[in-house]
């Protein structure tokens, strides 16, 4: 038996098929040429039960979810310089007791998010910790704060790592933010290729870079305490030079301004928590030990290059970043110095790609919560969440022209939001084991209520020592998208109460009459089509003629009379030569019986190339939007194509 549908369905039981490739394949030479070039771009589209292949192993996950905070050891470090340098010579020796004090904060919000990974292995992190524990708006709030962050994340280090690029090679530095843009759009292009080809491509330098910093590290601090380096001399008298303004006091404050700037080092450690469904299964497992991993290494790194830097008292300042003269100390100017360099530039760069996985899944999960538009639930061709990719590569960039790609001026829009998060998440955890009282209940209750104060603190000093510098920006913006968000929110409550069908009532035949009236330019082969369908529709069928010629009216009404019998042809004189407006009317005006439908059939003719589209005035489009929202008003659009 012929089976016409075998090519494009496959039979999967009773009144089920299943749709094959070859039925969303294009039709047209511009659609098979488009999809040609999407799929070398981002590959063939996958399936949905392909899901579970595009998961990631924890040697991937390790690539692509933590790639943000173990890439801020390239600027945490200096950032702390950056404040203490403002005391003088004294205030520098306490940078390192400030990086393992980061540290030590670094070590309890991971085992909070360890914690949380196991509790809410669907993902959310601080979103869906907050929405089980705690009223709806805190989980909002962390989830703007979120939002802001991973976009933050974006900008700062591809900005930071355009940075490490002409630090190696100041002939970059002109076109800095071009190469800022272009590399977010590299990133955006290999994120919609999906996690598991995402990971292929950005492994390796993010190994490379663990492996060449760890390798720096190692070899500063041997030259200077086995080898006895004669430039691994310290901090010492005079090495600092008098800043814009001269010297400021060693306070509380200042300490607490340092501890705030380098505390940019924990941006990214939520990631994993949020993105547990990414990982093969055992989910919650593998995200956990990721962390742990990601954790040990980052504060590996990030105390060794702190150590090196004072050891061999490195300034922030010049045309060099701490971390390239951290590199400079330990391996000098021979290929390993370029080889950290590249790789630092290329994992700052990769950095976002933490962000262009979370924040996507962030957004996904708010828009089937009803809190942000749908679009962001829903999967690519490669499984990925595509609107949530391009919204934030979008904002990213424009981030980096508005800031001139500088990373100094970025980075007081940094982190802020993450402790936010953090605080909110961690109070969470504390009432849910409050409530759940399993295993260990009362230790781990204690360890996020005391991260919790921790990091409350922390976005209280980070909040109001970078306020003036555009924290302030964040401070408003947190409240705003909150806003934003409920108030999508309740459009959606209001639509789904508006179509809500309730589950007693059964529905016969249509009680209501209806009728239809056809819009016609003429008599042509479209308008005869449409007739002809009106008249499927109801017996009740008119054309009306609107136009400015009367003469022409009356000709058009012997035609129909001769060649469409039956069919009334109501004509609508309008001087002022307006189409769309009298036809409106004449429906309001001579249809207003609420218990009567209006079916407006409109016939469009459609052509075969694009270009044939401007010597047409599209009346058939302009008349939809017009009657679409009209009460008791149905539109119907007939196409007529011109091969026909």
Partial sequence: MPRPQAEYFRYAGPGILRAKPKASAPTTPVGRAYMRIRRVLIGAPLATEQEIDERLTKKKALAIMSSDAISSSAYASEEILNILVLAGVAALTLTLPIAIAIAALLAIVAISYRQIGYAYPSGGG????????????????????????????????????????????????????????????????????GLRESGNIFALPTYIYIGSAVFVVAAGLFKAMVLHDPAATGYHAGVVATPEGGFQALTILLVLRAFAGGSVALTGTEAIANGVPAFKPPEAQNAARTLVAMAALLAVIFIGVTAVAVTYGILPGGTQSVPALVARAGVGTGPMFYVFQASAALILILASNTSFNAFPRLAAILAQDSYFPRAFAFRGDRLAFSAGIFLLAAVAALLLVAFDADTAALIPLYSVGVFVSFTISQTGMVKHWYLEHGSGWRSR??????????????????????????????????????????????????????????????????????????????????????????????????????????????????????????????????????????????????????????????????????????LHNRTAERLRHALIGRPNTVVALVPYRKEQ
């Fill in 126 to 193: 601080a979103y869906a910790v907050g929405s089980a524990n705690l009223p709806k708006i805190f989980a909002l709030i962390a989830a703007a704060a979120l939002l802001i962050d991973y976009v933050m994340t974006v900008a700062v280090s591809t900005s930071s790592a355009i940075e490490q690029l002409y630090s190696a090679f100041p002939a970059l530095y002109p076109i800095r933010v071009e190469i800022s843009v272009v590399a977010v759009g590299l990133i955006l292009l290999g994120n919609l290729r």
């Fill in 445 to 614: 209750l204690a360890t996020n209520a005391f991260g919790a104060i921790l990091t409350g603190i922390v976005a209280v000093v980070v909040a109001s020592v970078k306020f003036t510098q555009g924290a302030w920006m964040v401070v408003v913006l947190i409240p705003v998208i909150v806003v934003v968000m409920l108030l999508i929110h309740r459009e959606y409550t209001h639509e789904a109460a508006e179509l809500q069908v309730r589950e007693d009532l059964v529905f016969g035949q249509p009680h209501r009459r209806q009728h239809v009236i056809v819009p016609v330019p003429g008599l042509t082969r479209a308008v005869v089509r449409a007739i002809a369908f009106g008249r499927t529709l109801s017996s009740d069928v008119r054309a009306i003629y609107v136009t400015d010629d009367l003469e022409a009216g009356e000709r058009l009404r012997a035609r129909f009379e001769r060649q469409l019998p039956g069919i009334p042809l109501v004509i609508v004189e309008s001087p002022y030569r307006q189409l769309v407006g009298p036809l409106v009317t004449y429906l309001d005006v001579m249809d207003a019986d609420p218990d009567t439908i209006t079916i407006v059939v409109v016939p469009e003719f459609i052509v075969r190339h694009w270009w044939e589209r401007v």
